[in-house]
């Protein structure tokens, strides 16, 4: 069984927003610390955003400070990245992932991370 299911993603402008979602199972939540990473061509998975669950904290990575939001929705067990005002360099593969080595801070690597989604893509060009 799946401990992290997305869905969402897809294309947008230069300018514009989208929103991905990470449906998660109770022992994904029970380990507090969720995050997304992206990964786009030819590079490594690198991290975007993280959430504490246990005091709601949320932490950003480069240029998603100001731009993109990391939220749950308590009552569905699922972690959103609302991304606005999207750029070219935004395009990739975006993962959620969970339960964390350590501290739930910024996500440094994606080696602390023991759970994965399937991922998704997102896409932005004009």
């Known amino acids: 069984q799946a401990q992290l299911v997305q869905s969402g993603g897809g294309s947008a402008e230069p300018g514009g927003s989208l929103r991905i979602s990470c449906a998660a199972s109770k022992r994904a939540i029970d380990s507090r610390c969720l995050a997304w990473f992206r990964q786009s061509p030819g590079k490594e998975r690198g991290g975007v955003a993280s959430?504490?669950?246990?005091?709601?904290?949320?932490y950003y990575v480069g240029s998603a400070k100001g731009r993109f939001a990391i939220s749950r929705d308590n009552g569905q067990n699922t972690v959103y990245l609302q991304m606005n005002n999207l750029q070219p360099e935004d395009t990739g593969m975006y993962y959620c992932?969970?339960?964390?080595?350590?501290?739930?801070?910024?996500?440094?690597?994606?080696?602390?991370?023991?759970?994965w989604g399937q991922g998704t893509q997102v896409t932005v060009s004009s």
């Open positions: 992932a969970a339960d964390k080595i350590g501290a739930c801070y910024e996500p440094d690597s994606p080696h602390d991370f023991t759970m």
């Open positions: 959430i504490y669950l246990g005091t709601g904290s949320t």
